[in-house]
């Protein structure tokens, strides 16, 4: 009884520093007053003047960019990467997997910093940059979707397709992509959550004359709190969490068709 009620307060524990700060975030963003203490009555003047902020917009807009693009390049090399990666020998798939995982396991800061030194070297910083290196940072997390639906896969079948003579890409896209595409959908997913939050990478390697929303909040945020950032931090929230709670209905529904076919 002791142990379970030590557990629970626990769980609530975690639950309060993880979510008290964002929504008290989320309250001062409707509040009338500037002030963080006193409440001014609820208004949408924050976000009005948000969304009426051409440099905030500016910011929202490349952020879009940013995002789709890299996401989709990242969900199409990961996928062709992940492909080639579960056809080789075992040996040289460990090899393979253990350098895919080395952004994962860097420091943000460490694979910021030494992209900022290589772009430096060989090109300016610019918004180029900042695509190649959110690039970089997805792939990973596509590979790590897609390698798993490729292992259920039997190769046998699209063997016995090209036997009885459909072309590769034919059999691929009959056979093997409907086993994959809910990895590669899972893939695509997480990259936009990435690179939608992400502040130290793109910080080191957007250059002068681009900004993300991320990064703009922290610049704001430098020269004093501004309730259009408390409201600007709600919608990226917001979005984030609208993100996650898709993956995880494809993710229950991937597995409620898994155990019918089972």
């Known amino acids: ?10 769980l609530v524990l975690i639950f309060l520093f993880l979510y008290l700060p964002i929504l008290v975030l989320i309250v001062l963003s409707f509040n009338n007053s500037k002030s963080r203490v006193i409440w001014g009555g609820f208004t949408f003047n924050w976000y009005r003047e948000l969304f009426s902020s051409s440099m905030i917009m500016d910011a929202f807009w490349t952020t879009i960019l940013l995002t789709l693009s890299a996401s989709l390049l990242a969900t199409l090399i990961g996928t062709l990467a992940a492909i080639g990666i579960h056809s080789m020998k075992k040996k040289s ?7 895919t995982n ?5 420091a943000d800061i460490v694979t910021g910093v030494s992209m900022m030194l290589l772009f430096v ?8 940059t900042v695509l190649i290196a959110h690039i970089t940072f997805d792939i990973p997390y596509v590979i790590l979707n897609v390698l798993p639906k490729l292992n259920q896969t039997s190769r046998y079948t699209y063997e016995a397709a090209l036997d009885l003579g459909a072309k590769p ?14 990895g590669v959908f899972s893939g ?20 002068a004359g681009v900004n993300t ?11 004093g709190i501004m309730p259009q950032m408390y409201a600007l931090s709600t919608i990226l929230f917001l979005m984030a969490f609208a993100l996650l709670l898709l993956m995880n209905v494809k993710s229950n ?8 076919i089972a």
Request: zero cysteines; glycine letters at 4%; hydrophobic letters at 45%.
């Open 1 to 10: 009884m002791v142990k379970k009620s030590i557990e629970k307060l626990y």
């Open 93 to 99: 798939r460990a090899i393979m997997l253990g350098a």
């Open 102 to 106: 080395i952004p994962l396991l860097n």
């Open 121 to 128: 070297r060989f090109t300016g910083l610019g918004f180029h």
């Open 169 to 182: 890409i034919y059999a691929f896209f009959k056979i093997v992509w409907p086993e994959i595409s809910p």
């Open 188 to 207: 695509f997913l997480m990259s936009i959550t990435m690179s939608l939050d992400d502040f130290s990478i793109t910080y080191f390697t957007k250059g």
């Open 213 to 223: 929303l991320s990064t703009m909040i922290y610049t704001e945020m430098r020269k």
């Open 253 to 260: 529904k991937d597995t409620k068709q898994a155990d019918r």
